[in-house]
């Protein structure tokens, strides 16, 4: 829970494209972000552009001790996106690197989905220890998102931002509720569930 009061201003670092700034917490939204965690759901943050809505969420994983998971939608964005990435391109040139080997590498093996799938903000929001065990084994897997100092994912958990959701097509929130409902969801061309682990009590 946020054990702070309102107007508990707290300094955000530098993260990746993110500046460094400083955000201070209102009463609603600290009501809000400790209710979202007591019903252990989603938290929809609506208000004008540039009125705090994502430094909100940054914000709130500093004071909790989480890991910071960002994702920004578009209008092309789809649900899966948030799950995990497919990359076919880099299959596809894989295979005709192997092709001009001419039978010297275990072509099956290395052309097994495993090693084009990457996780996806989801995913690492989950599980981070499965999803930090895929992207090592995927060739085209981004980094894995930044977390605080001394973190540790069986006890720190993560916050995650869906941005600008309002521009995605209807068919992306649609596509999440079954996942955000259940905490889990299928990687078919894995044949394995990911499913959100249980915070450890400290």
Avoid at 71 to 89: G, I, T
């Amino acid at each position: 829970m946020l054990e702070i009061k309102p107007g508990h201003t707290t300094t955000l670092p530098r993260v990746g494209t993110w500046p460094e700034t400083r955000h201070v917490f209102d009463e609603a939204s600290i009501w809000a972000v400790n209710a979202a965690l007591a019903a252990q759901r989603p938290l929809l943050v609506r208000g004008e552009p540039g009125s705090g809505k994502s430094q909100l969420a940054r914000a709130a994983a500093k004071e909790l001790g989480r890991a910071f998971v960002p994702a920004v939608v578009h209008s092309r964005s789809e649900s899966q996106d948030l799950l995990f990435c497919y990359d076919a391109v880099c299959r596809l040139g894989e295979a005709q690197a192997l092709a001009a080997s001419r039978g010297q590498v275990d072509v099956r093996a290395a052309l097994a989905p495993v090693r084009f799938v990457s996780p996806g903000p989801l995913w690492w929001t989950f599980d981070w220890p499965s999803a930090a065990a895929q992207a090592k084994q995927c060739l085209s897997a981004a980094r894995p998102p930044e977390r605080p100092k001394g973190w540790q994912p069986k006890t720190g958990g993560a916050v995650l931002l869906i941005d600008e959701i309002d521009k995605a097509e209807a068919d992306l929130p649609n596509g999440l509720l079954e996942t955000l409902g259940n905490g889990a969801f299928t990687v078919p061309l894995l044949g394995r569930s990911v499913g959100m682990r249980p915070k450890a009590p400290t």
